[in-house]
């Protein structure tokens, strides 16, 4: 668990989305791991400035599709066989064509959940306070205009003052302290 | 299909590729969030929305009465009986999941496809889809006659150990329709994540700020929620892309899978679903265009949208003439002699009116002139095209339910069909509810995605070699 009091990190604002990229970069250049970038739009090159390249959205999505898969086709088999069988125009009991297409839509339905929910489950949401809405200049940007990079509190390369100075070299429009 | 930076000459037109533009010139980060913020978060609601409101409101409450009669009296009150069992119900169910078609056709397969231009009219779309869902997910649960039980259609474990039987497309329409309907919600939702945030942040009022905090979970725009994000709707559209076609097949089945001439075909799948992404996109300018003038939408829904649907129109439209043209030709190749007697009492028997209606509005007004760039970015026409499109969906379903059904093979068994008031008043009360629904939506909710339409900008390019703080 983070400490729960002091500073959260040190904020800075940039008015277009290449500023950030540039700042993003040279931070990660400079050795500085605890960061991230806020965007009111998805910034591809600002992940990528951050070293974040991959995602497990993907590996959720698959095996919820294959869970739902089997969890239908199994269903089906095991009512049509065992629990209910009924003759249906002499049809064979096992009638595994038929089967495809309820289990079809089950692997959607079960891919798109786990897609949607393991979305939100690994962006830690929903989260309803978080320090950034402490910042002045955060909510009234972040989702609309405005690009941030936050360096933070527990990367060990943080110090107040110094971390300070070095944002100031990367030409923000502000840098703000964010606290708990 | 990002716009290009160029010089202003002609406001609309693109000079390099000579296309309409996607996103007025001018716009910015600023003002596309202005645009959209204002239509929601204003505590002035415009008057013409209260009196839209009110009107549909009633409809949908005379759709109320009706299906209130409906329970109490059963589907006798309906024009259904023998020959012509299925009549408006499933009419309706299949226009309605029609319409839907277009929502997920614009948010998924153009969102793969990369076309940037669907960003401006996706929202709205997906909103147009779970209404349409809504109206269309009604009908069956009604018409079984016993809607109390509808639950007997799941597969759960009851007392009775009565199973549902997987073999009949009945029942894969159960599954098909349940899932398109959560995943429409689901993509939906998710996609409205990031705008919800804006509107958190941007609203005066404390309930606004509230409502709308809980219901954008504490989006922050972090990057890397950012990516997983557009993992995850990447993947929604690429899930959502085999769910909608699988839905309307599934529809298709419900006839094909039956003996009866005029329903036994096996062009009904891919012909059922061009059909429904034509009446769709219909759907949509007949919302959008409206929609545009009444907010002052004009930069962000350009001409350029209006003209692309027109072209996806004329494309699917043609599907459907090669569909009904197949159908003709079946009828006389397969040398049955129930087949031509359909396709004949179809076009010249007593409802031959309704083929031609359907001729009318399907293929004749719509693909002689959608061909033409001046009426394709006719607003007024297009209007008018859309309506007139609707309308001739709308009988294609009539025509396949009615006309297949009520001279069969015995002559004496023939009928007739004739709607009841309770069978318009549920058709009208759905087209009530469908309206009120998608009025609550545009009043509360964000209708274009405003970070989708960020991203189409010419700021949004990145540039690294520039200068440090140099203006984009």
Redesign the interface.
Same mark, same amino acid.
């Given at each position: 668990m983070p400490p729960r009091e002091g500073t959260y990190g040190l904020l800075a604002e940039f008015d277009t989305p290449s500023d950030l990229v540039r700042a993003a970069q040279q931070a990660r250049k400079d050795g500085w791991r605890r960061l991230d970038c806020y965007t009111p739009y998805p910034v591809e090159e600002a992940a990528e400035a951050i070293g974040f390249h991959r995602n497990k959205v993907p590996l959720i999505t698959l095996i919820g599709g294959l869970m739902g898969l089997a969890a239908m086709f199994a269903l089906e088999t095991w009512i049509s066989v065992l629990a209910y069988p009924l003759n249906i125009g002499g049809r064979p009991l096992y009638s595994w064509p038929a089967f495809i297409i309820p289990a079809y839509e089950w692997t959607i339905l079960w891919a798109g959940l786990s897609a949607a929910f393991g979305m939100i489950a690994l962006n830690g949401l929903p989260a309803l306070y978080h320090p950034l809405f402490n910042a002045p200049n955060f909510r009234d940007g972040a989702t609309v205009d405005k690009f941030f990079l936050c360096l933070e509190a527990l990367d060990p390369k943080f110090d107040r003052a110094e971390t300070k100075k070095y944002l100031e070299t990367l030409h923000p429009v502000s840098v703000v302290e964010v606290e708990y | 299909m990002a716009t290009s930076e160029v010089e202003k000459r002609d406001p609309g037109v693109d000079p390099k590729t000579g296309e309409f533009r996607v996103v007025g010139l001018s716009q910015?980060?600023?003002s596309v969030?202005d645009e959209i913020t204002r239509i929601v978060l204003t505590p002035n609601t415009p008057l013409g929305w209260f009196a839209i409101l009110s009107v549909a409101g009633a409809l949908a409450t005379v759709l109320l009465t009706a299906v209130c009669w409906l329970f109490l009296k059963g589907v006798g009150i309906w024009a259904i009986t023998q020959p012509v069992a299925w009549g408006f119900a499933i009419i309706n169910f299949v226009w309605w999941i029609g319409i839907g078609h277009a929502g997920t056709l614009i948010s998924a397969i153009l969102l793969l496809f990369k076309q940037g231009w669907r960003n401006a009219i996706s929202r709205f779309a997906e909103a147009m889809t779970i209404f349409a869902v809504v109206c269309a997910g009604m009908f069956p649960l009604i018409h079984v006659g016993r809607p109390w039980v509808a639950y007997w259609m799941l @597969?759960l474990p009851f007392t009775m150990?009565?199973? @549902? #039987?997987?073999? *009949?497309p009945l029942?894969?329409d159960v599954?098909?329709v349940?899932?398109y309907a959560? $995943?429409s919600v689901?993509?939906w939702?998710?996609g409205m $994540? =990031?705008d919800l %945030?804006?509107f958190?942040?941007?609203s005066e009022s404390k309930l606004a700020k509230y409502v709308y905090? !809980?219901f954008s &979970? %504490?989006?922050? /725009?972090?990057?890397?929620?950012? !990516?997983?994000? +557009?993992?995850?709707s990447l &993947? &929604?559209a690429g899930?959502?892309t @085999? &769910?909608v076609l *699988?839905v309307h097949t599934?529809i298709s089945f419900d006839f094909a899978v039956a003996v009866l001439p005029g329903w036994h075909t096996t062009i009904f799948p891919p012909y059922f679903v061009a059909g429904a992404i034509y009446s769709g996109f219909a759907m949509v300018l007949t919302l959008a265009i409206p929609l545009r003038k009444a907010y002052h939408l004009e930069d962000l829904v350009t001409e350029r949208h209006i003209d692309n649907m027109g072209k996806v129109m004329l494309a699917t439209g043609f599907i459907v003439a090669y569909g009904y043209g197949m159908e003709v030709f079946m009828a006389w190749y397969s040398a049955s002699h129930w087949e031509a007697f359909m396709m004949w009492n179809r076009m010249f028997g007593p409802m031959g009116w309704s083929y031609g209606v359907l001729v009318l509005c399907n293929l004749a007004i719509p693909l002689t002139t959608l061909w033409v760039r001046k009426l394709r970015t006719n607003i007024a026409f297009m209007f008018f095209i859309s309506i007139v499109v609707n309308v001739g969906m709308w009988f294609e379903r009539f025509v396949i339910v009615v006309t297949s059904l009520y001279r069969d093979f015995l002559p004496s068994s023939w009928g007739t069909y004739r709607a009841t008031k309770w069978d318009y008043m549920t058709y009208v009360g759905t087209l009530g509810l469908f309206t009120f629904l998608f009025l609550l939506f545009v009043r509360f909710l964000p209708m274009i995605p !405003?970070? +989708?339409i960020?991203?189409l900008l010419p #700021?949004?390019? $990145?540039? =690294?070699k +520039?200068a440090?703080?140099? /203006?984009?």
């Open positions: - | 910015t980060f600023k969030t @597969p150990t009565v199973w @549902p #039987q997987f073999r *009949s029942l894969w599954f098909a349940s899932t959560t $995943i689901v993509f939702y998710v $994540i =990031p %945030g804006t958190r942040d941007r905090g !809980m &979970l %504490g989006w922050r /725009g972090s990057v890397r929620h950012w !990516m997983r994000y +557009e993992t995850a &993947l &929604l899930l959502a @085999p &769910l *699988s599934v !405003m970070n +989708e960020k991203m #700021q949004a390019k $990145i540039k =690294p +520039e440090v703080g140099a /203006g984009d």
